[in-house]
């Protein structure tokens, strides 16, 4: 129905940056927001930050607050993930999902990414 691909991860030094890409394929799913996730090894799936599809709206955890920016391009019908000033707690693999409501939550998501890795070391 759709499918998700998420491309952009490396090796990053601390302090530095990375763009985050999610190209999504809609056939008969009506999309009303797009959700970075990530997950550190041995810990949970976080929510990271949102953009509705209309790009009026936009959402950030707090551990990503003023560093990361959500952003989107409807011709291209792509999300993009900047992230700044890059911290060793944000080495983790980042995914991207979608869904037709307004869940910013896990649970909510109807697709997702199969993710890429973002590894922060100096």
């Known amino acids: 129905q759709v499918q998700l691909g998420e491309s952009g991860g490396g090796l990053v030094q601390p302090g530095g940056s990375l763009t985050l890409s999610c190209v999504i394929s809609r056939r008969t799913f009506s999309i009303n927001r797009m959700v970075w996730f990530r997950q550190a090894p041995g810990k949970e799936r976080e929510f990271v930050a949102a953009i509705k599809w209309d790009g009026l709206s936009t959402w950030y955890a707090d551990s990503v607050k003023g560093r990361f920016t959500i952003a989107g391009d409807n011709a291209k019908n792509s999300v993009y993930l900047r992230m700044n000033y890059l911290k060793l707690e944000d080495t983790a693999v980042y995914y991207c999902?979608?869904?037709?409501?307004?869940?910013?939550?896990?649970?909510?998501?109807?697709?997702w990414g199969k993710g890429t890795l973002v590894t922060v070391s100096s």
């Open positions: 999902a979608a869904t037709s409501g307004r869940s910013l939550t896990e649970s909510g998501m109807d697709y």
